[in-house]
C-alpha cells in the first residue's frame, strides 16, 4: 500500500538525483559531496573511479572536471524502492562531453543507487556508474560562452572584445606543445615575436631555399623582411617572374623549397594545425615538399579543437584576410583548399614556434 510517507520520500529520493545532476552542471563539487553519507561511495568502474566519503567525492570530483572542455548531463528517474530507511533505485544518464585532450562523445549511462535517511533528509549511500552505450564521433558543437567561442565577449572591464583575439592561458599552450610533440612535430613556447625572429635565424642553414608563404605574423615581427633579404629567398625570384612562361619553375620553386616558413590559422590543443588557402600556392610545401617546415604562431590561434579551428577560420580570419586581400589586390579572399596536420610527414622536419603572445591574425 501505498502511502504519503512513501510518496514524500520518493519525491525527495528524485530531488536528490536532480541535486546531484545540478551540482555537476554548475561544476559545484561542495554541494555534490554533501548529498553523499559520511561513509558514502561513488563508484565509476569505467573511468576507473572510486571515491569514499564527502572530502574525497569533492576533491576527486573537482581533478575530473578540470579535464572538460564542456560537459553536459542530463537525468532521468528510474525505479526507487523504498524499505524503512534506506532505499535502492536507478537514474538514468544521458551525456555530452569534451575533454581537453580531445576525448569527446555522447554516452548513455544509468547511476545504482543505494540511499539511507539522515538527519537532513535522504543521502546517497553509494552510487556505482555503469555506461550502456558510448558514441566517441567528433561532436559538431560548443559551449557558446568558451572564451574561444564565434561571438564575441565580456571583457573585465565590461567593453566587449572579438574572440578568438586573446593569447591562450599557459595551461593551453602546454597541451598544445605536448600534443604536437606526441603527433611527431618539434615545438619550442617563446615568449615573444621577437624571441620567435631570433629563433629562425638560427634555425634558417646558410645556403638553403627559403619560402615565406604570405602571413601577417611574419610581416608584423619582420621575419619576412629578414628572410626575403637572403640572396636564397624564394619569393623576390618568384615575385619577379613571368607567370605564363615561368609556370612551371615557378611551380617547382615553391612546392619543394629547403625550408617553407609562415604561420597557421591555428593550433588545436589536441595537436593539429590548419592551414588555409585561396590559390593553394603554399599548401604543397607546407604538406610535405619543402625539407623543413618552421610555422611560427601567436598564441591567440590556439583553440581546444579541430571543430573551433574551423570556426576561428571561417568566423574570424577571413573576414580580416578578406579586408587586407581588398586592400592589397584589389579582389577578396576565399577559402578554397583546406590543409590539415594531424602529424608530421615523413619525408619532412615540422617545427613549430609557439609564442606567449597575441600576433598576426
Known amino acids: 500500500m501505498t502511502t504519503f510517507q512513501t510518496v514524500a ?11 546531484f545532476t545540478d551540482a555537476a552542471m554548475m561544476r559545484d563539487r561542495p554541494r555534490m559531496a554533501a548529498l553523499f553519507t559520511a561513509d558514502g561511495v561513488l563508484r565509476m568502474p569505467d573511468v576507473p573511479i572510486e571515491l569514499t566519503g564527502p572530502e574525497q567525492i569533492r576533491a576527486g570530483g573537482e581533478k575530473l572536471q578540470e579535464q572538460w572542455d564542456f560537459f ?22 544521458h ?3 569534451r575533454l581537453h585532450n580531445g576525448i569527446q562523445g555522447i554516452n548513455y549511462a544509468i547511476y545504482h543507487d543505494r540511499y539511507r535517511r539522515t538527519a537532513d533528509g535522504w543521502r546517497f549511500a553509494e552510487r556505482v556508474y555503469e555506461i550502456r552505450y ?33 593569447p591562450a592561458s599557459e595551461a593551453a599552450l602546454d597541451r598544445a606543445a605536448a600534443a604536437l610533440t606526441e603527433h611527431g612535430f618539434t615545438v ?10 631570433a629563433r629562425v635565424r638560427e634555425l634558417l642553414p646558410e645556403q638553403a631555399s627559403v619560402f615565406t608563404t604570405a602571413s601577417e605574423t611574419l610581416r608584423l615581427s619582420g621575419i619576412d623582411e629578414d628572410v626575403n633579404a637572403r640572396p636564397d629567398a624564394v619569393k623576390p625570384r618568384v615575385l619577379a617572374m613571368d607567370r605564363a612562361a615561368g609556370a612551371d619553375e615557378l611551380r617547382r620553386l615553391i612546392a619543394a623549397p629547403d625550408v617553407v616558413l609562415g604561420s597557421v590559422t591555428a593550433v588545436t590543443e589536441t595537436g593539429s594545425l590548419l592551414i588555409a588557402s585561396a590559390s593553394g600556392s603554399q599548401l604543397p610545401a607546407n604538406a610535405g615538399g619543402a625539407g623543413h617546415a618552421i610555422w611560427v604562431v601567436g598564441a591567440q590561434k590556439v583553440v581546444p579543437d579541430l571543430p573551433a579551428a574551423l570556426r576561428r577560420l571561417e568566423e574570424h580570419a577571413v573576414p580580416l584576410e578578406q579586408a587586407r586581400a581588398l586592400e592589397a589586390y584589389g579582389q577578396g579572399t576565399a577559402v578554397n583548399q583546406l590543409l590539415v596536420l594531424n602529424a608530421a610527414t615523413r619525408f619532412a622536419r615540422g617545427t613549430v614556434l609557439l609564442l606567449r603572445e597575441a600576433i598576426g591574425y
Not at 72 to 93: C, E, L, V
Open 72 to 93: 553536459i548531463q542530463n537525468t532521468h528517474p528510474g525505479a526507487i524502492r523504498i524499505d524503512g530507511d534506506t532505499a535502492t533505485g536507478r537514474a538514468h544518464m
Open 9 to 19: 520520500d520518493r519525491v525527495e529520493i528524485q530531488a536528490l538525483q536532480a541535486e
Open 95 to 97: 551525456e555530452v562531453v
Open 188 to 197: 619550442e613556447v617563446l615568449d615573444d615575436a621577437a624571441a620567435a625572429r
Open 134 to 166: 558510448l558514441d566517441t564521433s567528433p561532436l559538431a558543437g560548443t559551449a557558446p560562452n568558451a572564451p574561444w567561442a564565434p561571438q564575441a565577449v565580456a571583457a573585465a572591464d565590461g567593453a566587449a572584445r572579438p574572440a578568438f583575439t586573446d
